[in-house]
């Protein structure tokens, strides 16, 4: 049984707030943890009978409220992330990205570089954006604290991408009823429509800027 797993099953007998803020604090740090085997098992577990749950005292019966927890705990991982990118600075984080034990929590310094790279593109709102894409996700605060990004913006913009992603997870959680094939699958798939309809939006501004700024003339 890997570490993962034992997780897992330690999780699965001690489901609730506490710990879908722990864990969706670890997935959002530096240390490799899927949210997806946090919030969907809970909001599934929670879309059950309310009145068993309550009485045992074991499990979330609040789908907002689970939603609102893992975008805590996802909030404090990316705020790990980012003081600790100013604090140890580029050389330090890249040398330890290559390093084994950066290795053992699939860092390398080329995720980081591709990071970084999506930032310089994409500028503060790619704390937002990072959010939907696998392998951008648990890594876009790193760039964001070496960058010194005001704080403001970036709980902000970290807050809006997390909650978001969260109520998507928590509706394949109803969807898929914890079988984790699956809700790896939705995920997946629902990142990808969630870009589209992002790029859609801006697309959108775009041409009506551009619109605007043409019938001035």
Known sequence: ?????QIIAWYSAHMNYASITALMTIESSFIPFPSEVVIPPAAFVAGQSESVLC??????VDVML????????AMLGAIINYYLSVWLGRPIIYKFADSKLGHLCLLSGEKIQKAEEYFRDHGNMSTFI????PGIR??????????RMKMAPFLLYTFLGAFIWNIVLALIGYIAAGQMDTIKQYSHELSVAILIALGAVVL???IKKISALLFKR
């Open 1 to 5: 049984m890997t570490i993962i797993d």
């Open 55 to 60: 009485v045992t005292g074991t499990y979330p």
């Open 66 to 73: 689970i939603v609102l927890f893992g975008t805590l705990g």
């Open 130 to 133: 990072g959010r939907f894409i």
């Open 138 to 147: 648990q890594l876009i605060s790193i760039p964001a604290g070496l960058a």
């Open 204 to 206: 959108y501004f775009v």
